[in-house]
């Protein structure tokens, strides 16, 4: 019997049809709109405190609260939506999101809008657990790595393209025009994906059994572990990269927008190379990006002393970080073949999880230190991802290796 990560495709042999990686680009599209209407509030906490007169922390929580409420849901859902169509659950997620995204344009006070950024977390949660695994059952085996990639791409490219648009929009027309057009945006998604999604039952019911055992597997436990240090490293370093780049490197105010552009076009060229890197070699992908990750933020305050200088390490970052979600996941589809929605699940979790606790704690240690003490917390935090992934590595060779001769035999049942 096939994997369930393997491809359900209708095609025979090595091909996997144009409609089906037509719908690979729709979900691809979902998770851009997903992340943007995640992180859109970042480039909009100023106006959104005038309208609703609350401090720049209040507002804050519009973006905590989501990532709160998507590492909750990213757990929760897989196991409450049981033997449900997965292209059903997936349609009416981003349903979900644009019902929220379009309250929150019209919110009459700040406690609604709270609300409806929790329940976009929820959706986006939701959507983040299902998507990886629903997008690589549409192709081939082989062409799985490329498939997790474009996944992932929207989603870079949310903070490169994305977040600066709803920004800009904002800043023109006002930040509930910003929510209005992007609930139009993803009105739009979602009719792509209501015709271009087929069917997808269900290839397993996810129970909290299942989660916990995936835990207990060493080589899910070791992805997952990577993941939250990762993330959480990145993320308590990068929320604060204008002030780095403005106090190391000497950047001008004028020049912080189209450096943060370059980073999310170096992330997104980063997530591509990664998933080509994580086809062939997971663990070596994800140890090589990880030490690329520790090794650029431990240097960058003895590297980035230049404007020039301090550009080019912000572009090995982002590459580097880029990769690393592409990685992840890849990993993480090899160590539980068989179970692959939990797995996700736990990893999606996991990943919201690091990017709320991974800026708190970045917020801390700014406080109390300064940017460089977030630089080496992010560097240490990355070599011990590197060490877990390490240990986690050897029971993953051999859960590949047996997939790889699984899917070799399907192969030779359709010829």
């Keep these: 019997m096939a994997s369930p990560i393997a491809s359900t495709h209708e095609s025979t042999g090595a091909g996997t049809p144009i409609r089906n990686w037509l719908a690979v680009a729709a979900v691809s599209t979902a998770t851009f709109a997903m992340v943007t209407v995640e992180a859109m509030p970042v480039g909009l906490l100023t106006p959104i405190g005038h309208t609703f007169d609350v401090s720049p922390g209040a507002?804050?929580?519009?973006?905590?609260?989501?990532g709160l409420m998507?590492?909750?849901a990213a757990t929760t859902l897989p196991v409450a939506i049981g033997r449900s169509d997965r292209r059903t659950v997936l349609l009416g997620l981003i349903g979900l999101m644009l019902a929220a995204t379009a309250i929150s344009a019209l919110a009459p006070d700040f406690a609604i809008l709270l609300a409806a950024r929790a329940v976009a977390g929820i959706a986006i949660g939701g959507f983040w657990a299902l998507a990886a695994s629903c997008a690589v059952r549409l192709v081939a085996a082989h062409h799985i790595p490329r498939a997790i990639s474009l996944a992932f791409g929207g989603a870079t490219a949310a903070n490169v393209l994305g977040v600066p648009a709803a920004t800009l929009i904002g800043n023109l027309s006002g930040w509930r025009v910003a929510f209005a057009a992007l609930a139009g945006f993803g009105a739009v998604v979602a009719l792509a994906l209501r015709l271009l999604l087929p069917p997808l039952p269900a290839t397993e019911v996810v129970r909290p059994r299942a989660l916990a055992r995936q835990l207990r597997t060493p080589a899910v436990r070791?992805?997952?572990?990577?993941t939250f240090l990762l993330v959480?490293?990145?993320?308590?370093?990068f929320t604060f990269v204008r002030p780095m780049l403005q106090d190391i490197s000497g950047l001008g105010a004028g020049a912080i927008g189209p450096a943060q552009l370059a980073f999310g076009?170096?992330?997104?060229?980063?997530t591509f190379a990664g998933g080509a890197a994580a086809g062939h070699d997971p663990r070596r992908a994800l140890v090589a990006a990880a030490a690329l990750l520790a090794v650029t933020l431990a240097l960058f305050p003895l590297i980035a002393t230049t404007p020039v200088s301090g550009i080019v390490a912000l572009l090995v970052w982002g590459t580097a970080f880029g990769a690393i979600p592409?990685?992840?996941?890849?990993?993480?589809?090899?160590?539980?073949p068989d179970h692959p929605e939990a797995a996700t699940a736990l990893n999606t979790a996991m990943y919201n999880l690091a990017v709320a606790l991974g800026a708190l704690t970045g917020g801390v240690i700014v406080s109390c230190t300064s940017v460089t003490g977030v630089l080496v917390t992010g560097a240490l935090l990355g070599v011990t991802a590197i060490a877990a992934v390490m240990i986690g590595g050897?029971?993953?060779?051999?859960r590949a290796g047996a997939l790889s001769a699984a899917s070799a035999t399907v192969e030779e049942r359709e010829w």
Excluded at 222 to 226: D, H, K, P, Q
Excluded at 326 to 336: D, F, K, R, S
Excluded at 394 to 398: E, S
């Design 394 to 398: 050897r029971q993953l060779t051999r």
């Design 326 to 336: 592409v990685g992840v996941q890849t990993w993480i589809l090899q160590a539980a």
């Design 70 to 72: 998507a590492a909750a």
């Design 59 to 66: 507002v804050a929580l519009t973006i905590t609260l989501p």
């Design 265 to 270: 076009l170096a992330g997104v060229a980063g």
């Design 222 to 226: 070791a992805g997952v572990i990577a």
């Design 232 to 237: 959480g490293g990145h993320w308590a370093a």
